[in-house]
């Protein structure tokens, strides 16, 4: 009996030799990497089938990609799977929507994920989302809406539109009044431009440079604030919603809120995967970010990129996960308390 329990050890430490030592090139040769898309179209889909493409040449062994939508629950049903029944070999990556941390935070509905154990590979990133108000309508700075009522434009309660100045009102003090139900934010632009409203939140800075370069230009909007956990390089002076905050508290609350815009677009891989094929798929996608075919690409297709590495989007997940119970409750109630003007009778998204 001794004698085979030897072998069996024996042979079972050979196995494990044999895995250890196959490279990652072998093991990604002639292979499928399954990209899972939480979204049925959209930037995520388009910036990462772009990505891909590329990144299988910077991966050993180069593998080819191919992309699986699977929308559903507000990206969660795409995240449940990465996490409860995808392979934990390095087959699978996702990208999966910038709210999945915060929704496990501060909702949980559906959740059958930890964020925080899941490997995140990088993200290829969004510009921060501004607060502007028309230049005539006589906002000038954010200090402007302490001391009078903005009217803004929402498409609904749950938008950016809405969240944002919200929450400005609800943690700091400001005095924003919203209009509900606009179809789209194109029409909040059209009505600003007609001084039916005074500003606009939640504009992505590379969608409005894209869409209406002369408003900076030109000076025909001014920038109030701006959510993101780093001032935009294009306006240093334009403070982060954080940055107004008046205690540790409040800076608690607001850096909470901002995660998903921090975020951006981010890219992970499942639990548990083998080390060697995690560092694979990281290198990758930095050199992705660099590669000269992409960047040419991404600048035909008018991509927003801010790309970030996997250790500041893995900080910046951890830190959401690991909210003090207060912030997270004083989080929902600032998130929920909105001060409506009224509603245009739209349909409100």
Request: no cysteine.
């Amino acid at each position: 009996m001794k004698t085979l329990t030897l072998g069996i050890a024996a042979a079972t430490a050979m196995l494990a030799s044999g895995a250890s030592a196959q490279s990652v090139a072998d093991f990604y040769k002639d292979k499928q990497i399954t990209l899972i898309i939480s979204s049925s179209g959209g930037s995520y889909d388009l910036v990462y089938r772009t990505a891909t493409r590329v990144m299988t040449k910077h991966i050993p062994g180069n593998p080819v990609f191919v992309a699986k939508n699977m929308p559903g629950a507000g990206h969660v049903n795409a995240t449940n799977f990465m996490y409860n029944q995808a392979p934990s070999d390095g087959t699978h990556v996702a990208t999966v929507g910038n709210t999945i941390p915060l929704h496990q935070v501060l909702d949980g509905k559906g959740v059958r994920y930890d964020a925080a154990k899941f490997n995140w590979i990088g993200s290829t990133g969004i510009s921060n989302l501004m607060t502007v108000a028309w230049a005539t309508s006589g906002i000038k700075t954010i200090e402007d809406a302490f001391k009078r009522e903005v009217v803004a434009g929402a498409t609904g309660t749950g938008s950016g539109t809405a969240l944002y100045p919200t929450v400005a009102n609800n943690v700091l003090g400001t005095k924003f009044k919203l209009i509900i139900g606009f179809r789209s934010a194109g029409e909040i632009d059209l009505a600003m431009q007609r001084g039916e409203v005074h500003s606009r939140n939640g504009f992505s800075l590379g969608s409005l440079l894209i869409e209406h370069p002369e408003w900076v230009s030109e000076k025909k909007v001014n920038f109030l604030m701006q959510v993101g956990d780093e001032r935009e390089a294009m306006f240093p002076d334009v403070p982060l919603m954080s940055d107004l905050a008046r205690n540790d508290e409040e800076k608690q609350i607001l850096d909470l809120i901002s995660s998903t815009v921090a975020l951006g677009r981010p890219l992970l891989t499942t639990p548990e995967i083998p080390a060697d094929r995690l560092a694979a798929l990281r290198k990758a996608f930095d050199a992705t970010m660099k590669d000269a075919e992409f960047l040419s690409e991404a600048k035909r297709l008018k991509f927003d990129l801010r790309p970030a590495g996997w250790e500041r989007i893995t900080k910046i997940v951890q830190s959401t996960i690991n909210a003090s119970p207060s912030v997270v409750e004083k989080a929902k109630d600032a998130m929920s308390r909105s001060q409506v003007a009224g509603d245009i009778g739209g349909k409100g998204k």
